[in-house]
């Protein structure tokens, strides 16, 4: 048996199209308004600038304009608070990115609140995930939110089936158990604590890496037949799963890279020109 | 082996003395206040009007106000949000309690979720369960708050243990499952589309019933040694879970009546003694 792959690069490439259409039409019918994303970068950390970037030419490639905040690394949590305020004030900006993680001496989790609801078109607020959770209107996190809309592109069915999340961290392993749960699957969410984690992984029909150590899931460890994603990229593009020798016995899986990575910058693309058709239609 | 009985109803009247002496002490040193809690309650259900009466005889108790509003079961929406409001308006109440369920032509969720943040003291807004979930500072779901308190009063170690919640209601098996899993727990959850509901259970060490359906939990999917919690309540004092098998072979279980119910009106009341005293010492 051949898996299916779950080209992430091809569903976003397609995806594009679809919202540069959406762009366009946007900025014919409201006389050249497009949407904007603002993205912070707090501090010099070369992969997260890298991130930005990327994100940055995803909104460029689609027609949307995007606001680059730059700030240094020695921000404090209520510098970097004032200019989310700022941000959320704008009547031009129409979703806001904080590039995690921001360094130390900054409360994460006080600026991602701080980002209006309506403007989090990552998914990272409290509000927002548990808006999702009970099946209320919010922008899903990115990551988690990618895979569900990857999954979804392959009709890869989750009703009635066991998923197994490997990590809880608040946007990604967390979200993506409520999201999976919210589309019918059984799930089960292990972490660092889990006690006997292979027997769990085991009975996965879906089983998700999220837990950020190279090959940390082990390819025997995967039942024949399981869908595979891996949500995990590392140096010498590897993911957390041990990929390799599960591609001729496993249904389908997310290649690294190429699957989850794309999958998250489209999703914060799409819900910045959802964010902005929402805003800009209702002028 | 005699299982452990887990007494909801000993636990809360012990902690029943200590909110009294608190609620004692405060009134002491603020010149006579008292936290108050709003009770509302939106027609005629008998069932719904004896949880209410139930609190607000538990405030009598230990010597908290509360503040009883009841409405007419044609409330709409938009009236039923104004009495919220002028609740939380109002400083003299501490937490705001809704009772749940609410007639079929009021958005529930949108009255949960008007209630402010710092009078959530039963747990129900959105942006409470994410702040629970993230680990932030909140009021947790009063009936899983109350289970993780009445677990903690019993010394039952959670850290590393398989928990299975079956159920996934917004105030009962989803805050469970958060909870269960921030306290370390491998968590499982399973509903009404799990396959194979049987083999999850076999393997649960904590089982949670969250089901709503009189002993639909069958006492041989339980193993021997698991810990027993029993949210349900039915006509006959019976519960979600087939209890009386279990008596002899379990290590502990929530009795029914008197083990999760008593914990879910003194959580209720815990949090609103919680409350009043943040409001009335910080004046």
Known sequence: MTALVLDGKAIAKKTEQELSQR????????????????????????????????????????????????????TTTEELL????????????????????????????????????????????????GRMSMGEDAYGCATPKGIMRLLAAFDIELS??????????????????????????????????????????????VIVGAVGKPEFIKAEWIKDGAVVVDAGYHPGGVGDIELEPLKDRVAAYTPVPGGVGPMTINTLIYQSVDSGEKKITSQ
Do not use: W
């Not at 019918?29 to 949407?35: A, F, I, K, N, V």
């Not at 970068?41 to 490639?61: F, H, I, Q």
């Not at 004030?89 to 006080?110: F, K, T, Y």
């Not at 993506?176 to 085991?202: D, G």
């Open 82 to 129: 004032q200019e989310i305020n700022n941000l959320n004030n704008n009547p031009d900006v129409h979703g806001i990115l904080l590039q995690h993680p921001v360094p130390p001496q900054i409360d994460e989790r006080a600026c991602f609140d701080a980002i209006a609801l309506e403007k989090d078109v990552d998914g990272v607020t409290c509000l927002g995930f």
């Open 160 to 205: 009635g089936k066991h998923a197994v999340v490997v990590g809880r961290s608040p946007i990604l392993g967390k979200p993506m158990a409520l999201m999976l749960l919210n589309a019918n699957a059984t799930v089960t969410i292990c972490h660092s604590r889990t006690q006997n984690l292979q027997e769990h992984i085991k009975q996965a029909d």
């Open 23 to 74: 762009v366009a039409k946007l900025k014919e019918q409201s006389g050249g308004q497009t949407p904007i994303l603002a993205t912070i970068l707090v501090g010099g950390d070369p992969a997260s600038a890298t991130y930005v970037k990327m994100k940055g030419n995803a909104c460029e490639r689609i027609g949307m304009d995007s606001l680059k905040v730059e700030l240094p690394e020695e």
